[in-house]
């Protein structure tokens, strides 16, 4: 049998690549600590469940396809709160900000086109724009400069008659990277002024740790026809298995073009939006609470990330992820090295590998992605196991 050559192109996510591995080791006995996958511990607001509970109506019907009016005025209502006005025609829920991302990349994308993407990136993007026929244009960071990528004329460099649209993560995932406002200056101008979609994915919007106000690049009046917005509430309420997000876009020809995906997927699921409808009432201290527990976190992963020799890195701004620099050549193999010849006490620790947060080939083979979604004990502990593994793999190699 063939496959289409769009899935051919796709790869495996470096994040849930090693599963098999995984249920080797843990067949062994061995403990794992992840620090591979985004998964947060933080509670899910309760309101989610109340709502869920009180549904009493007799079928579960589909929903309206660009999602109940409930959470639409919710989600108008929560820009509302960080200064933005939204109508609600700007907005289609999703399932996850990874369908807004794959509805986006099929209604600017024809094959060849061209995505600009600063790398390391989060690597389902590559899988979304493979199958949607387009093609990821790397725009290359550099760890030591911060992996910060928001210069004119680097930017520049990569566009070509082929490119369509310049895709963002902004607080960054797998970097951490904050933009500044005149940085999302840049940006936005850049798109405006090539004429290129400029598709922001915010959803990592709450987790800022430098004490600045909350920003989207929605409050800019200027860039409404380039603009779409990735939203979703996967981390802003820790409620990932809820699987609703959001797509919005003043640009009324996007969305009459979005539309035509969302009526042919139907609807979003029902009874995952009434939840998210009423999440949105939760108290804003739910926020204050959860960005100073990530932020003690991704303290504590530095504090014992800076202990090992040869580990460089930088103190992220945002999100909760964070990109190190290892002193092993090939992560991978150091991952699988990890599964299967190391243990400390019955324990073992589990990362992201970097190459596959990048798409250019060769790149990021001794970095790694850590995601500090986990208590501080459990990080500090995961930490030192990365430690010994480094030193115990580097002696055995020597
Ligand atoms: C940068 C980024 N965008 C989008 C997503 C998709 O999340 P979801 O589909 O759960 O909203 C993720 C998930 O980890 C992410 O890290």
């Known amino acids: 049998m063939n496959f289409s050559s769009k899935i051919e192109k796709c790869s495996y996510s470096p994040i849930r690549k090693f599963y098999p591995l995984q249920v080797e080791c843990e067949k062994k006995g061995t403990k794992i600590y992840h620090l591979n996958i985004g998964q947060p511990d933080i509670r899910t607001p309760q309101g989610f469940f109340d709502a869920i509970k009180r549904f009493d109506d007799e079928v579960v019907e589909y929903a309206p396809s660009p999602g109940i009016p409930q959470l639409i005025d919710a989600v108008r209502n929560y820009y509302s709160g960080i200064g933005v006005e939204l109508s609600a025609g700007d907005i289609v829920v999703t399932t996850g900000g990874s369908e807004a991302l794959s509805l986006t990349f099929s209604t600017v994308l024809d094959d060849g086109d061209e995505l600009l993407v600063p790398e390391p990136l989060y690597s389902n993007y590559l899988t979304f724009a493979n199958l949607s026929g387009g093609k990821v244009v790397p725009i ?3 760890p030591e400069n911060g992996y910060r990528y928001a210069c004119r004329e680097l930017l520049q460099s990569y566009v070509s008659p082929r490119s369509r649209a310049i895709l963002i993560t902004n607080p960054g995932n797998p970097t951490g990277v904050v933009l500044t406002r005149d940085e999302m200056r840049i940006i936005a101008d850049f798109a405006k002024d090539n004429g290129l979609f400029l598709i922001v994915d915010e959803v990592y919007r709450e987790f800022v740790y430098g004490g600045q106000k909350l920003s989207s690049f929605s409050e800019f009046d200027d860039i409404d026809e380039n603009l779409v917005i990735i939203d979703s509430v996967s981390k ?8 609703v997000g959001a797509l919005i876009s003043r640009n009324g020809e996007f969305m009459a073009n979005i539309m035509k995906l969302c009526q042919a997927r139907l609807s979003v699921a029902t009874l995952d939006q009434l939840g998210a409808a009423e999440m949105y009432k939760t108290d804003k201290s739910f926020f204050d609470e959860v960005r100073c527990e990530y932020k003690k976190r991704r303290d504590a992963v530095c504090e014992e990330l800076a202990k090992i020799p040869g580990v460089r890195f930088d103190v992220p701004e945002g999100a909760f992820y964070l990109m190190a620099t290892l002193p092993v050549d090939d992560t991978d193999a150091f991952q699988r090295w990890l599964f299967t010849d190391f ?6 620790v589990m990362f992201a590998p970097g190459a596959g947060f990048y798409s250019s080939p060769g790149k990021g083979a001794s970095e790694i992605r ?8 459990y990080l500090r502990r995961s930490i030192r196991l990365l430690a010994a593994g480094i030193e115990a793999y580097n002696a055995r190699k020597a």
């Open 370 to 377: 850590i995601a500090y979604v986990r208590n501080c004990d």
């Open 343 to 348: 243990e400390l006490d019955g324990e073992t």
């Open 140 to 142: 290359p960071t550099d």
């Open 236 to 243: 802003r309420f820790s409620a990932c298995g809820a699987r």
